[in-house]
C-alpha cells in the first residue's frame, strides 16, 4: 500500500504539468500585466488598492504612472494606456474620438474626494471664505493682510502641484471662471512637494488633494498633517467658526465643505482583462473600505456590522 501511494506521488510529480497547463500570467481579470494612468492628487489611495489586489492575486502586475490630469488623458486618448483614475468624465469629443477605435469607454465613479487649502503652522489665519479665495486666484487680493488686519503684510503665494493637474482646472474653472490669474501663482511637481514647501514658508497658500494629508493613525480622520495647517473654508462671504469647514469625510458626505470632486476609473479595455478586473476591485466591497479609511469618501459606503447584546 506504501509503495503504491509513493509510486502515485512520483507520477503525479513527473506529469506535474499536465494538470497545471497554460501561463499562470496569462492576461485575465486577475493576472498578467497592464498599466494605468493615475492623477497624481490621488497616489496615497491607489498605492493602497494596488498593493492590496497585487497581495491577492499574486500573478497580476500593475504598473502605474503617476500624473498630472491632463497627461493622463493624453494617454489615453493615445492608446498608451486603457485604465486612468481622474476627477472628471471624458468629453463628448472626447468619447467620439475613442469611440472611432471601436473601443467604448466604461467611467465609474469611485470616491468623493476634496481639495484642502493649507498654511505654514504660524500663519494667523484658519477661516477662509469662497469669495476670499476666488479674489486672491484672480488677483484682487495679494497679501494676507488683506485677509486678516493681525495677519502680517506679506505677499500671498499661491502654490498647486502641477500647472495640468486637475486640482488647477478645478479652481480655475469651477471657482473662478476666465478670470484665473497667474500673478502670484507657481507650480511644484507633485503634492508632497506643496506639503514640504508649505511647511516651510510663511505666506504660502497650498492646494492639495485631501488624502495627502489624512492621518493614518486617526481612525476617525479628525486630524491632519502635523507640518501644516489646513484652513477651513465657508460659503459666506464672512467666514465664522460656526459656517465653516474643513474636508473631514462628514463634510465632504453632506457637501457641506465647498471644494469636493468625483473620483473616476475611465477603462477604455476592448476585452475585460487586467484593467477591467482592478476597476471592479476599486469599486468592490475590499476597494472601497480602502477609500474609506484613506480619508475621503467611497462611492458606495461599505456596510458596517454591529454586534448587538441584549441586557441581562
Known amino acids: ?51 492590496l489586489f497585487k497581495g491577492i492575486y499574486g500573478y497580476s502586475e500593475i504598473k502605474v504612472r ?10 489615453l486618448l493615445n492608446d498608451s494606456v486603457q485604465l486612468i483614475v481622474a476627477s472628471r468624465k471624458l468629453t463628448p469629443s472626447e468619447v467620439s ?29 484658519s477661516l477662509i471664505s469662497i469669495r476670499q479665495i476666488r479674489e486672491i486666484l484672480t488677483g484682487k487680493i495679494t497679501n494676507w493682510s488683506q485677509l ?8 500671498i503665494r499661491v502654490l498647486f502641484d502641477n500647472e495640468k493637474s486637475g486640482i488647477v482646472r478645478y479652481m480655475a474653472d469651477s471657482v ?26 510663511p505666506g504660502v497658500l497650498g492646494f492639495i488633494g485631501t488624502s495627502w494629508i489624512g492621518n493614518k493613525n486617526d481612525s476617525l480622520h479628525l486630524s491632519f498633517h502635523k507640518k501644516i495647517k489646513v484652513l477651513s ?20 458626505l453632506d457637501n457641506m465643505y465647498p471644494f469636493t470632486r468625483s473620483v473616476y476609473l475611465i477603462n477604455c479595455e476592448p476585452r475585460s482583462g487586467l484593467s477591467t478586473g482592478f476597476a471592479s476591485f476599486v469599486a468592490s466591497d475590499k476597494g472601497q473600505r480602502i477609500i474609506l479609511k484613506s480619508g475621503i469618501v467611497p462611492a458606495v459606503a461599505p456596510a458596517r456590522v454591529v454586534n448587538v447584546r441584549p441586557v441581562l
Do not use: W
Open 176 to 201: 473662478c471662471g476666465s478670470d484665473f490669474s497667474t500673478a502670484n501663482v507657481s507650480a511644484m511637481q507633485y503634492n508632497r512637494d506643496v506639503i514640504e514647501y508649505t511647511a516651510a514658508h
Open 97 to 125: 474620438l475613442i469611440n472611432q477605435r471601436k473601443l467604448f469607454p466604461k467611467q465609474l465613479k469611485v470616491a468623493t474626494d476634496a481639495i484642502a487649502l493649507i498654511v505654514h503652522p504660524s500663519c494667523k489665519d
Open 1 to 51: 500500500m506504501r509503495i503504491s501511494l509513493i509510486f502515485l506521488i512520483i507520477l503525479l510529480l513527473a506529469t506535474g504539468c499536465r494538470f497545471f497547463k497554460g501561463d499562470p500570467y496569462k492576461n485575465s481579470t486577475i493576472s498578467g500585466t497592464t498599466t494605468i494612468a493615475v492623477d497624481e492628487t490621488f497616489r496615497p489611495v491607489m498605492e493602497a488598492e494596488i498593493e
Open 66 to 75: 503617476y500624473l498630472p490630469q491632463d497627461e493622463a488623458f493624453e494617454k
Open 233 to 252: 473654508v465657508s460659503s459666506s462671504d464672512i467666514p465664522t467658526v460656526e459656517n465653516s469647514y474643513k474636508p473631514y469625510q462628514a463634510y465632504l
Open 148 to 155: 486678516n488686519p493681525i495677519s502680517p503684510a506679506i505677499p
